[in-house]
T-cell receptor, first 113, second 113 residues
Framework: GQQVMQIPQYQHVQEGEDFTTYCNSS?????IQWYKQRPGGHPVFLIQ?????EVKKQKRLTFQFGEAKKNSSLHITATQTTDVGTYFC?????????????FGKGTKLSVKP | DSGVTQTPKHLITATGQRVTLRCSPR?????VYWYQQSLDQGLQFLIQ???????AKGNILERFSAQQFPDLHSELNLSSLELGDSALYFC????????????FGPGTRLTVL
């Protein structure tokens, strides 16, 4: 079946270090979304990427969508303790059922002060 | 606060029982999505409704069913509960048929003993 693989599963960093999580789909995606879930909270939408090769920035966060629209990454520069949480990518398959987002299993980020 | 409400917050029940989880979407949102989040499976898309009609189906078991009412609130019914059904159940809403930004509710934690 259609899958979205996300690595790494866990990442422990020292405050101030950079962090990257990667997402790979087995099929071409029409778009990819990123969500953040704080411990004990619910997923919160961060961004959506639609175009091949698209790069978007939100302050210290940089999101990329691959040229083939099968992979994506989220990079955080100079992590802070407020970045702690699980980051999920969620892909919508091209030509697939509308609304059917396939979530990666997430990368759990912990930041040591 | 996403504007999506879910009740109850916690539910503890026994195997074989049936429960109903309720979701009220953000004001004006026509699409409602249900997700199951367990520790080892990440976020699994269950089903989507748009303006009262089923739009997309994910990994939803036959023992589970959902509906969206004329006032746009939605209910997820889980029957013949098994231990493995213990999980966090999230509802999300969006303002379009297509999956753009989804706003997640706080979730219902179901424990099956």
């Amino acid at each position: 079946g259609q899958q979205v693989m996300q690595i790494p599963q866990y990442q422990h960093v020292q405050e101030g270090e950079d962090f990257t999580t990667y997402c790979n789909s087995s099929t071409t995606l029409s778009n990819i979304q990123w969500y953040k879930q704080r411990p004990g909270g619910h997923p919160v939408f961060l961004i959506q990427l639609v175009k091949s090769g698209e790069v978007k920035k939100q302050k210290r966060l940089t999101f990329q969508f691959g040229e083939a629209k099968k992979n994506s990454s989220l990079h955080i520069t100079a992590t802070q303790t407020t970045d702690v949480g699980t980051y999920f990518c969620a892909g919508q398959v091209e030509g697939g059922s509308q609304g059917n987002l396939i979530f990666g299993k997430g990368t759990k980020l912990s930041v040591k002060p | 606060d996403s504007g999506v409400t879910q009740t109850p917050k916690h539910l503890i029940t026994a195997t074989g029982q049936r429960v109903t989880l309720r979701c009220s979407p953000r004001s004006g949102d026509l699409s409602v999505y249900w997700y199951q989040q367990s520790l080892d499976q990440g976020l699994q898309f269950l089903i989507q409704y748009y303006n009262g009609e089923e739009r997309a189906k994910g990994n939803i078991l036959e023992r589970f069913s959902a509906q969206q009412f004329p006032d746009l609130h939605s209910e997820l019914n889980l029957s013949s509960l098994e231990l493995g059904d213990s999980a966090l159940y999230f509802c999300a809403s969006s303002d379009r048929t297509f999956s753009n930004e989804q706003f997640f509710g706080p979730g219902t934690r179901l424990t099956v003993l």
